[in-house]
């Protein structure tokens, strides 16, 4: 089985930082695109950032300039760089990624992490 755990989400006041972190394990074969979405209390998940295997990286408009995805494809491992917070980016913030669990087969499916909260506040 997959797992994808998340951590780092916190609390932390206007202007300041945090890093997220999501690491997968379990039976993978293939990984492709990796992920954050998030999701505000009465609002519709949303895509924050992805990042496909090759390192190409896909932004939502209102975090462009403040956060920046990575991966490290030897740990399994996504990052997501959150600077200059403001409020409305609370939210709680799951981590996805595509994969693949059996051997010599192309078949992959979306895995959910089980989300932190991210809490921006003064």
């Known amino acids: 089985q997959v797992q994808l755990v998340e951590s780092g989400g916190g609390l932390v006041q206007p202007g300041e930082s945090l890093r997220l972190s999501c690491a997968a394990s379990g039976s993978i074969f293939i990984i492709n695109t990796m992920g954050w979405y998030r999701q505000a209390p009465g609002k519709q998940r949303e895509l924050v950032a992805d990042?496909?295997?090759?390192?190409?990286?896909n932004y939502a408009d209102s975090v462009k300039g403040r956060f920046t995805i990575s991966r490290d494809n030897t740990k399994i491992t996504t990052y997501l760089q959150m600077n200059s917070l403001k409020p409305e980016d609370t939210a709680v913030y799951y981590c996805?990624?595509?994969?693949?669990?059996?051997?010599?087969?192309?078949?992959?499916?979306?895995?959910w992490g089980q989300g932190t909260q991210v809490t921006v506040s003064s």
């Open positions: 996805t990624a595509d994969i693949g669990t059996i051997r010599g087969v192309s078949r992959t499916r979306i895995y």
């Open positions: 990042i496909t295997s090759g390192g190409m990286s």
